[in-house]
Protein backbone atom coordinates (compact mmCIF):
# COMPACT_ATOMS: atom_id res chain seq x y z
CA UNK A 1 0.00 0.00 0.00
CA UNK A 2 1.55 2.94 -1.10
CA UNK A 3 1.62 5.77 1.81
CA UNK A 4 2.95 9.30 2.12
CA UNK A 5 3.17 10.40 5.70
CA UNK A 6 4.07 14.09 6.02
CA UNK A 7 5.30 15.68 9.74
CA UNK A 8 7.19 18.67 10.91
CA UNK A 9 4.85 21.23 10.93
CA UNK A 10 4.32 23.95 13.76
CA UNK A 11 4.17 27.67 14.50
CA UNK A 12 7.61 29.70 13.49
CA UNK A 13 8.25 33.09 13.48
CA UNK A 14 8.73 35.38 9.99
CA UNK A 15 12.27 34.65 9.16
CA UNK A 16 12.56 31.57 11.20
CA UNK A 17 13.34 28.05 9.40
CA UNK A 18 11.39 24.95 9.70
CA UNK A 19 12.54 21.36 8.47
CA UNK A 20 9.27 19.19 7.04
CA UNK A 21 9.71 15.73 6.14
CA UNK A 22 7.63 13.05 4.04
CA UNK A 23 7.83 9.36 4.61
CA UNK A 24 7.13 7.03 1.90
CA UNK A 25 6.70 3.59 1.54
CA UNK A 26 4.57 0.77 -0.77
CA UNK A 27 6.76 1.68 -3.55
CA UNK A 28 10.21 2.32 -5.34
CA UNK A 29 11.86 5.29 -3.29
CA UNK A 30 15.33 5.79 -5.56
CA UNK A 31 13.88 6.68 -9.21
CA UNK A 32 10.21 8.32 -8.17
CA UNK A 33 10.09 12.07 -8.66
CA UNK A 34 8.78 13.79 -5.76
CA UNK A 35 6.44 17.10 -5.68
CA UNK A 36 5.76 19.63 -2.85
CA UNK A 37 2.38 21.29 -3.17
CA UNK A 38 0.80 23.79 -0.49
CA UNK A 39 -2.52 25.21 0.24
CA UNK A 40 -3.14 28.17 1.79
CA UNK A 41 -5.99 28.96 4.55
CA UNK A 42 -9.22 28.68 2.74
CA UNK A 43 -7.11 28.97 -0.98
CA UNK A 44 -6.08 26.80 -3.79
CA UNK A 45 -3.15 24.64 -4.74
CA UNK A 46 0.02 25.97 -5.06
CA UNK A 47 3.20 23.56 -6.61
CA UNK A 48 6.16 24.35 -4.12
CA UNK A 49 8.93 22.02 -5.99
CA UNK A 50 10.25 18.71 -7.26
CA UNK A 51 13.21 16.83 -6.61
CA UNK A 52 14.13 14.02 -9.54
CA UNK A 53 15.21 10.72 -8.75
CA UNK A 54 18.84 8.94 -7.95
CA UNK A 55 18.86 8.46 -12.18
CA UNK A 56 18.33 12.02 -12.89
CA UNK A 57 20.91 13.09 -10.15
CA UNK A 58 18.15 14.71 -7.65
CA UNK A 59 18.14 17.80 -9.45
CA UNK A 60 15.63 20.28 -8.44
CA UNK A 61 13.12 23.19 -9.53
CA UNK A 62 11.50 25.39 -7.24
CA UNK A 63 8.58 27.91 -7.49
CA UNK A 64 9.56 31.26 -8.07
CA UNK A 65 8.02 32.53 -4.21
CA UNK A 66 10.17 29.80 -2.50
CA UNK A 67 13.29 29.68 -5.02
CA UNK A 68 16.80 30.40 -2.55
CA UNK A 69 14.46 30.41 0.43
CA UNK A 70 13.47 26.32 0.26
CA UNK A 71 15.27 23.39 -0.12
CA UNK A 72 14.18 20.05 -1.21
CA UNK A 73 16.33 16.73 -0.60
CA UNK A 74 15.92 12.91 0.00
CA UNK A 75 17.49 10.32 2.08
CA UNK A 76 17.33 6.78 0.00
CA UNK A 77 18.06 5.13 3.45
CA UNK A 78 15.34 6.31 5.28
CA UNK A 79 13.16 6.60 1.70
CA UNK A 80 12.16 9.83 3.22
CA UNK A 81 11.47 13.70 1.23
CA UNK A 82 12.61 16.67 3.13
CA UNK A 83 11.44 20.35 2.85
CA UNK A 84 14.07 22.67 4.42
CA UNK A 85 12.17 26.08 4.65
CA UNK A 86 14.34 29.09 5.78
CA UNK A 87 13.36 33.00 5.89
CA UNK A 88 9.67 32.10 6.61
CA UNK A 89 7.36 34.57 5.24
CA UNK A 90 3.63 34.95 6.71
CA UNK A 91 2.54 33.90 3.02
CA UNK A 92 4.21 30.47 3.52
CA UNK A 93 1.31 29.50 5.38
CA UNK A 94 -0.60 26.51 5.08
CA UNK A 95 -0.37 22.90 4.57
CA UNK A 96 1.90 21.43 2.89
CA UNK A 97 1.62 18.16 0.88
CA UNK A 98 4.03 15.86 -0.75
CA UNK A 99 2.67 14.29 -4.12
CA UNK A 100 3.77 11.28 -6.23
CA UNK A 101 2.69 9.33 -9.37
CA UNK A 102 3.00 5.90 -8.91
CA UNK A 103 0.66 4.21 -11.39
CA UNK A 104 1.90 5.93 -14.78
CA UNK A 105 5.26 8.15 -14.66
CA UNK A 106 6.73 7.98 -11.07
CA UNK A 107 9.79 9.78 -12.78
CA UNK A 108 8.66 13.04 -14.84
CA UNK A 109 4.95 13.08 -13.80
CA UNK A 110 2.20 15.28 -15.68
CA UNK A 111 -0.26 14.98 -12.67
CA UNK A 112 -0.63 13.04 -9.11
CA UNK A 113 -2.16 9.96 -8.01
CA UNK A 114 -1.24 9.69 -4.40
CA UNK A 115 -0.91 12.71 -2.09
CA UNK A 116 0.17 12.42 2.20
CA UNK A 117 -2.33 14.04 4.17
CA UNK A 118 -0.43 17.23 4.70
CA UNK A 119 1.35 18.74 7.42
CA UNK A 120 0.45 22.47 8.83
CA UNK A 121 2.84 25.32 8.97
CA UNK A 122 1.71 28.61 10.84
CA UNK A 123 4.34 31.80 10.30
CA UNK A 124 3.32 34.26 13.04
CA UNK A 125 5.04 36.72 15.71
CA UNK B 1 3.90 31.74 -16.76
CA UNK B 2 1.23 29.42 -17.43
CA UNK B 3 -2.47 30.66 -16.02
CA UNK B 4 -5.37 28.36 -15.49
CA UNK B 5 -8.77 29.97 -15.05
CA UNK B 6 -11.85 27.85 -14.08
CA UNK B 7 -15.24 29.18 -14.04
CA UNK B 8 -17.70 29.59 -12.04
CA UNK B 9 -15.76 29.84 -8.73
CA UNK B 10 -19.05 28.18 -7.16
CA UNK B 11 -21.43 26.23 -8.84
CA UNK B 12 -24.69 24.99 -7.49
CA UNK B 13 -26.68 21.60 -8.74
CA UNK B 14 -29.76 19.53 -7.71
CA UNK B 15 -29.25 15.82 -6.62
CA UNK B 16 -29.48 13.93 -10.45
CA UNK B 17 -28.49 16.89 -12.29
CA UNK B 18 -25.62 17.49 -14.52
CA UNK B 19 -22.54 19.66 -13.12
CA UNK B 20 -19.98 21.39 -15.69
CA UNK B 21 -16.81 22.75 -14.43
CA UNK B 22 -14.68 25.08 -16.92
CA UNK B 23 -11.00 25.14 -17.45
CA UNK B 24 -9.01 27.62 -19.80
CA UNK B 25 -5.30 27.87 -19.85
CA UNK B 26 -3.27 30.55 -20.89
CA UNK B 27 -1.09 28.41 -23.42
CA UNK B 28 -1.68 25.30 -25.21
CA UNK B 29 -0.91 22.52 -23.04
CA UNK B 30 -1.33 19.89 -25.88
CA UNK B 31 1.97 18.18 -26.46
CA UNK B 32 2.16 17.52 -29.74
CA UNK B 33 4.95 14.53 -29.46
CA UNK B 34 2.33 12.33 -28.15
CA UNK B 35 -0.80 14.77 -28.87
CA UNK B 36 -1.78 14.56 -25.50
CA UNK B 37 -3.28 17.03 -23.33
CA UNK B 38 -1.46 17.03 -19.77
CA UNK B 39 -4.57 18.52 -17.77
CA UNK B 40 -5.55 16.65 -14.84
CA UNK B 41 -8.72 17.59 -12.46
CA UNK B 42 -8.63 16.85 -8.95
CA UNK B 43 -11.57 16.63 -6.35
CA UNK B 44 -10.76 17.57 -2.45
CA UNK B 45 -13.01 17.40 0.28
CA UNK B 46 -12.86 19.25 3.51
CA UNK B 47 -9.87 18.14 5.76
CA UNK B 48 -8.66 16.03 2.88
CA UNK B 49 -5.93 16.19 0.02
CA UNK B 50 -6.75 16.51 -3.16
CA UNK B 51 -8.08 12.99 -4.84
CA UNK B 52 -7.01 12.71 -8.77
CA UNK B 53 -9.87 11.99 -10.89
CA UNK B 54 -8.47 12.88 -14.71
CA UNK B 55 -5.44 12.66 -16.24
CA UNK B 56 -4.91 13.40 -20.08
CA UNK B 57 -7.98 15.94 -20.40
CA UNK B 58 -9.74 13.00 -20.55
CA UNK B 59 -8.83 9.42 -18.88
CA UNK B 60 -10.56 8.58 -15.83
CA UNK B 61 -8.36 7.63 -12.81
CA UNK B 62 -8.74 3.45 -11.97
CA UNK B 63 -11.86 3.95 -9.35
CA UNK B 64 -13.49 6.65 -9.96
CA UNK B 65 -17.30 6.69 -11.19
CA UNK B 66 -18.17 6.79 -14.68
CA UNK B 67 -20.33 9.87 -13.86
CA UNK B 68 -16.92 12.18 -14.08
CA UNK B 69 -15.73 12.78 -17.20
CA UNK B 70 -13.44 15.22 -18.84
CA UNK B 71 -13.14 16.64 -22.14
CA UNK B 72 -11.31 19.31 -23.98
CA UNK B 73 -7.75 20.16 -26.09
CA UNK B 74 -5.36 22.92 -25.98
CA UNK B 75 -6.32 25.29 -24.04
CA UNK B 76 -10.66 24.79 -23.09
CA UNK B 77 -10.84 21.57 -21.23
CA UNK B 78 -14.53 20.66 -19.04
CA UNK B 79 -14.85 18.33 -15.84
CA UNK B 80 -18.60 17.06 -15.93
CA UNK B 81 -20.23 15.43 -13.39
CA UNK B 82 -23.09 13.71 -15.40
CA UNK B 83 -25.73 12.78 -12.25
CA UNK B 84 -24.43 14.79 -9.09
CA UNK B 85 -24.79 12.73 -5.82
CA UNK B 86 -24.27 14.03 -2.15
CA UNK B 87 -21.11 12.70 -2.06
CA UNK B 88 -19.21 14.89 -5.46
CA UNK B 89 -20.38 18.24 -2.85
CA UNK B 90 -15.99 19.16 -2.75
CA UNK B 91 -13.76 21.36 -4.61
CA UNK B 92 -12.60 21.14 -7.89
CA UNK B 93 -9.57 22.01 -9.21
CA UNK B 94 -7.44 21.66 -12.74
CA UNK B 95 -3.84 21.62 -13.07
CA UNK B 96 -1.15 21.84 -15.87
CA UNK B 97 2.24 20.19 -16.36
CA UNK B 98 3.61 21.65 -19.65
CA UNK B 99 5.67 25.32 -18.96
CA UNK B 100 6.39 27.94 -16.30
CA UNK B 101 5.81 27.34 -13.34
CA UNK B 102 5.99 23.82 -13.81
CA UNK B 103 2.59 22.68 -12.54
CA UNK B 104 0.16 25.46 -12.21
CA UNK B 105 -3.60 24.92 -10.09
CA UNK B 106 -6.53 26.52 -11.42
CA UNK B 107 -8.18 28.57 -8.15
CA UNK B 108 -11.02 26.17 -7.79
CA UNK B 109 -14.49 25.59 -8.29
CA UNK B 110 -16.96 24.98 -5.05
CA UNK B 111 -19.62 22.49 -6.09
CA UNK B 112 -22.53 22.14 -3.54
CA UNK B 113 -26.38 21.13 -3.46
CA UNK B 114 -28.83 23.26 -4.84
Known amino acids: EVQLVESGGGLVQPGGSLRLSCAASGFSFSETWFNWVRQAPGKGLEWVGRIKGKFHGEATDYAAPVKGRFTISRDHSKNTLYLQMNSLKTEDAGVYYC????????????????WGQGTLVTVSS | DIVMTQSPDSLAVSLGERATINCKSS????????????LAWYQQKPGQPPKLLIY???TRESGVPDRFSGSGSGTDFTLTISSLQAEDVAVYYCQQYYGSPLYTFGQGTKLEIK
Open chain 1, 99 to 114: NVDVERRPADPESFDF
Open chain 2, 27 to 38: QSVLYSSNNKNY
Open chain 2, 56 to 58: WAS
